[in-house]
C-alpha cells in the first residue's frame, strides 16, 4: 500500500535556527497537505500543495512540492519557540479512498530559547 | 469557517463499560468523517471512514464490533468504544471535510483513559 516517509523524526534547534522536514510517497501524489500538531493539541491545517513544483510559503514557512509530485518539504526559516510541535505531511490514500489521507510520521520540533 | 468540535475532551471510565464520543461540523456540512487513534509521539492511526446515512469503513484491523460508529446526520458522527479495556486508552481524534478533494478539519480530540 502507500506510504508516506517523513524525516526527521525529532529535531531540537536554538531559536533563530532554521529547521526543515523533508516528506516522500511511495505513489505521486494529487496534493500534498501539511498540519501542525502543537503539544497536546489537535492537528491544524496548514496547507495544501497541488502543482508540480509548486512553492507556497507563509511568513517564514516555505513548502515546497517535488517536480515528480512523490515529495515534499517544509522549511522555517528562524525558528521561533512558538514554531514547537509536530509537523505532519499527508497525501491522499489513493484509489477509492474517498478523502483519506495517509499521514508521515510526523516531525517533532523542539525549540531552545 | 470549518470548525470541528469533538465531546467529550476527556474522559476516565473502569474497564468493561463503553463510552461514547461525539465529534460535530459546527459550520458545514460534513459529507465525510474520519475517526483517528493517537498514541504518543506517534502519527495519526485512521481508524475508519464515516460517511452520512451509511456504514462505516473500517480500516484493517480495527474491531467494527468495538469500536461503534454511527453517522446521524451531516453534522455528526459518533465513536462509541464498547467494553472499554486499559489498552483502549488513547487519544481519538475526529476529522471532516466537506468534499472528497477538501483538507481535513480536525476536532480538538478527546483523550480515553480506561483505568
Known amino acids: 500500500g502507500q506510504q508516506v516517509m517523513q524525516i526527521p523524526q525529532y529535531q531540537h534547534v536554538q531559536e533563530g535556527e532554521d529547521f526543515t522536514t523533508y516528506c516522500n510517497s511511495s505513489?505521486?501524489?494529487?496534493?500534498i497537505q501539511w498540519y501542525k500538531q502543537r503539544p497536546g493539541g489537535h492537528p491544524v491545517f496548514l496547507i495544501q500543495l497541488v502543482k508540480s513544483g509548486e512553492v507556497k510559503k507563509q511568513k517564514r514557512l516555505t513548502f515546497q512540492f517535488g517536480e515528480a509530485k512523490k515529495n515534499s518539504s517544509l522549511h522555517i526559516t528562524a525558528t521561533q519557540t512558538t514554531d514547537v510541535g509536530t509537523y505532519f505531511c499527508a497525501g491522499p490514500a489513493g484509489g477509492t479512498s474517498y478523502g483519506k489521507l495517509t499521514f508521515g510520521q510526523g516531525t517533532i520540533l523542539t525549540v531552545h530559547p | 469557517g470549518a470548525v470541528v468540535s469533538q465531546h467529550p475532551s476527556w474522559v476516565i471510565c473502569k474497564s468493561g463499560t463503553s463510552v461514547k464520543i461525539e465529534c460535530r461540523s459546527l459550520d458545514f456540512q460534513a459529507t465525510t468523517m474520519f475517526w483517528y487513534r493517537q498514541f504518543p509521539k506517534q502519527s495519526l492511526m485512521l481508524m475508519a471512514t464515516s460517511n452520512e446515512g451509511s456504514k462505516a469503513t473500517y480500516e484493517q484491523g480495527v474491531e467494527k464490533d468495538k469500536f461503534l460508529i454511527n453517522h446521524a446526520s451531516l453534522t455528526l458522527s459518533t465513536l462509541t468504544v464498547t467494553s472499554a479495556h486499559p489498552e483502549d486508552s488513547s487519544f481519538y481524534i475526529c476529522s471532516a471535510t466537506k468534499s472528497v478533494i477538501e483538507t481535513q478539519y480536525f476536532g480538538p480530540g478527546t483523550r480515553l483513559l480506561v483505568l
Open positions: 505513489t505521486t501524489l494529487s496534493n
